[in-house]
């Protein structure tokens, strides 16, 4: 058991630069198994749910080899089994990519539901929808997911809900399908064109990803290739909202200020000033935070992924604030520690209603997902006395090393085992 101690009213200051992006490579490492050869892959976050995955390429017959402190080769000729295993797939969201590329490899996969954080349901019935709709046969046998196709067909696909999951999926499958697929109402997500920039890269015919619709024409097979994951938006929007809550300055590098539009739009709404370089962002924290309204959309919207770090922002807002949660409506898990902390935040359905300006104060807290867990660090940041925090494993899977990061901004703050 680990948990990290942190001290209360701290500013973060100081510059940091962001690494790769989570959702981008926790797609593209499945997607490498859909060539027989090697491909390089760069700038990989170190993460848990990164090391989970090449455990699991490494477990069906893959062979990874590290080529520097953040990138690694896979050889992927030796893959010779199409059943992730429940132990590993039972641990992150992000397993589901086994479907699509394990099928598009061998036209067969059996892997249980992927696990994750636990956001409010999470049906992966569009993405079913895709294959069935390509000509797979998909059967639930005792929690296992179990798809076969004779031949996937390219097909058009309409996507009754936008996801990021669905539509990468889909653009697996389609890679090496026989004719063309179109994916409808496909979602827009920085990460979606990464994955088919890095399907491309292997001689994938992939156009109109970063749009809504997203066409593939099916190749016979792809090849080798070397790809750079994209900076981390999210990582990225996380240090801003900090330095904006705590009233520092950052400077935050290796960006792709374009992907933070929606955050950079609402900083400014609340006070920050924020200066933009072609890759990097300034964030300067305002003393007097002003009250807004956040509502979370699908990519280029406000991205649910920031809503706690946002929420908690709002609270130094003198003022009432709204955020409402358009794409996961039961994503508030956060709240119940938010008010221990003596945050005044009510619900009403999907909106969170912060009533804010008062001073928060430290507490034993306990994240139970990756962002919440990153949010109540910002909490304890602003608070009076110190802060406890349990549930350290879900923020490793997608922060590399939390408490350095903050630290190397001149934070106080231990990661402690028990
Ligand atoms: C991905 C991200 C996650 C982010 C989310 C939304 C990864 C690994 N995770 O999750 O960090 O918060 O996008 O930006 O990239 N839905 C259905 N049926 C489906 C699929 C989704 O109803 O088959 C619904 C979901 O319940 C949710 C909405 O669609 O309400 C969007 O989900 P989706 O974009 O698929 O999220 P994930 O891919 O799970």
């Known amino acids: 058991m680990e948990y990290l101690l942190l001290k209360g009213k701290q500013q973060i200051n100081g510059k940091i630069k962001i690494n790769g992006a989570k959702n981008a490579a926790v797609a593209i490492l499945p997607a490498a198994l859909l060539t027989r050869g090697t491909v390089k892959i760069d700038n990989l976050p170190r993460i848990t749910d990164i090391d989970i995955l090449l455990k699991i390429l490494k477990s069906l017959g893959a062979t990874v080899s590290s080529t520097g402190e953040r990138s690694i080769s896979i050889d992927s000729s030796g893959v010779n089994s199409f059943r992730p295993p429940q132990s590993m797939v039972n641990k992150f969201r992000a397993s589901y990519y086994f479907m699509g590329s394990l099928l598009g490899r061998f036209g067969q996969v059996e892997i249980p539901m992927p696990g994750g954080c636990n956001l409010g349901p999470r049906p992966i019935d569009q993405h079913i929808k895709g294959f069935t709709a390509m000509g797979a046969d998909v059967e639930l046998e005792h929690g296992i997911v179990k798809i076969k196709a004779r031949k996937l067909k390219g097909t058009h696909i309409y996507l009754d809900v936008v996801s990021v999951g669905a539509t990468i999926n889909i653009m697996l499958a389609a890679a090496c399908a026989e004719g063309k697929t179109v994916i409808e109402n496909a979602a827009k997500e920085p990460e979606i064109v990464d994955v088919a920039n890095f399907l491309n890269a292997m001689g994938a015919q992939v156009v109109g990803p970063g749009t809504d619709v997203i066409k593939i024409q099916g190749v016979t097979e792809l090849g080798e290739a070397e790809h750079t994951v994209i900076p981390d938006?999210?990582?990225a929007g996380t240090f801003m909202i900090a330095a904006a809550a705590t009233r520092g300055?950052?400077?935050?590098e290796e960006v792709i200020p374009k992907h933070l539009d929606a955050v950079?739009?609402?900083l400014k709404e609340v006070g920050s000033e924020i200066e933009v370089g072609p890759d990097w962002v300034r964030v300067k924290g305002n003393s007097r935070l002003l009250p807004t309204d956040v509502k979370t959309f699908p990519y280029p919207g406000f991205p649910t992924d920031l809503q706690a770090p946002m929420?908690?922002?709002l609270t130094?807002?003198?003022g009432t604030s709204f955020v409402t949660e358009n794409v996961f409506?039961?994503?508030f898990n956060h709240l119940s520690e938010l008010r221990k902390m003596g945050a005044e935040i009510k619900l009403g359905g999907r909106t969170a209603i912060i009533e804010g300006g008062h001073e928060l104060s430290g507490a034993p807290i306990k994240a139970m997902d990756l962002?919440?867990?990153?949010a109540f660090i910002i909490a304890g940041l602003v608070s009076r006395g110190e802060t406890h925090l349990a549930g350290v494993e879900h923020i490793d899977r997608g922060y590399e090393r939390i408490e350095e990061r903050f630290k190397s901004l001149g934070v106080d703050i231990k990661r402690i085992q028990k």
């Open 233 to 235: 938006r999210i990582e």
């Open 249 to 252: 300055e950052v400077l935050v």
């Open 264 to 266: 950079i739009a609402k």
């Open 311 to 313: 929420i908690v922002l």
């Open 316 to 318: 130094q807002a003198k």
């Open 329 to 331: 409506e039961e994503r």
């Open 371 to 374: 962002r919440g867990g990153a």
